[in-house]
């Protein structure tokens, strides 16, 4: 393929980066054809025009998809900051109207999704109306890297995020609590990590950044849990518990509802354990009215 021309060569359009970006997401030229509502032909067709303008080859069939060249690889990893910047350039105009209007997506654990966001998405909702709230899950480290690729807005993930490219608003710290059945009766004055090794542990799956910090703590014993379960839902863990088959740590915001009180037993671990939650942004990502009254809300939420 002969190299590109900067002379003459036509310029790229953001519509063709879209297109090539669709087909390396979805490896095969009919499935982002259709997702584009275009033929596969004429989608064949724009890739052929775009590797002919860069003089390059982007795709290549690997088996039964197609696959990124090293080029296309390359002009994929620059795309999330050709859109951000588009974005900021959009973003800095309608912001002159001052209206707190659009869409934001937020990224959340399924914790903070349960118990911390329902209030604030309301009140939100009730003083802005125009505001289109776009709420999707996910444990921290996926969240961190939707957000970096400007797939999501802001996050709230757990503290601590290793980032360069994210500003981190701290919340206010979440306590992890013990919890079992009520009707096995009152905790022990101390509940040490000796104490629950001798118990069946109901816990969080492994690889969130809550069961991080509970497997650092056990780790200040001398003998490491062996969980009798684990399961990625705080609720699941929550119905398990109230039947009698095990106890187990949760945030005490999970379990501060008259319901929980009532089904389970509570209690303060001894030494504490913390969880700190922050709202995570792109450092150069634009503030626009709904972004930032977005992230007032959340903040206002724990007293921020």
């Known amino acids: 393929m002969a190299a590109i021309d900067s002379a003459s060569a036509s310029p790229l359009t953001l519509d063709q980066l879209r297109k090539f970006e669709q087909v390396a997401a979805h490896g095969s030229f009919t499935a982002a054809a259709a997702q584009l509502g275009l033929t596969q032909p004429a989608m064949s067709q724009q890739i052929r025009q775009l590797e002919r303008q860069l003089g390059v080859r982007l795709l290549e069939r690997v088996g039964r998809r197609v696959a990124p060249t090293a080029a296309g690889l390359d002009l994929l990893a620059h795309l999330p900051g050709v859109h951000l910047a588009l974005e900021s350039a959009v973003q800095a105009v309608r912001a002159h109207a001052d209206q707190v209007a659009g869409a934001v997506r937020i990224g959340t654990g399924l914790t903070a999704c349960l118990y911390r966001l329902p209030p604030v998405l309301r009140r939100l909702r009730q003083a802005h109306p125009r505001l289109a709230l776009v709420v999707s899950t996910g444990n921290t480290d996926e969240l961190v ?160």
């Open 145 to 304: 890297r939707r957000v970096e690729d400007n797939q999501l807005d802001l996050a709230l993930v757990t503290l601590p995020v290793a980032s360069r490219a994210l500003g981190l608003v701290p919340l206010q710290q979440d306590e992890i609590v013990a919890v079992r059945a009520r009707e096995a009766g009152a905790w022990p004055a101390r509940i040490t990590p000796a104490l629950l090794c001798d118990q069946p542990l109901v816990m969080f799956a492994p690889g969130t950044s809550t069961r991080g910090l509970i497997d650092a703590w056990f780790g200040q014993g001398a003998r490491k849990p062996q969980p009798a379960m684990a399961l990625d839902s705080v609720e699941a863990i929550k119905a398990v518990v109230a039947a009698g088959l095990g106890c187990s740590l949760l945030p005490r915001a999970a379990v501060s509802s008259p319901e929980a009180q009532a089904a389970l037993a509570v209690a303060p671990l001894s030494p504490p354990l913390h969880r700190t939650q922050a709202i995570a942004l792109r450092q150069d990502k634009p503030l626009t009215p709904a972004l930032r009254a977005t992230v007032a809300a959340i903040a206002a939420q724990d007293g921020g």
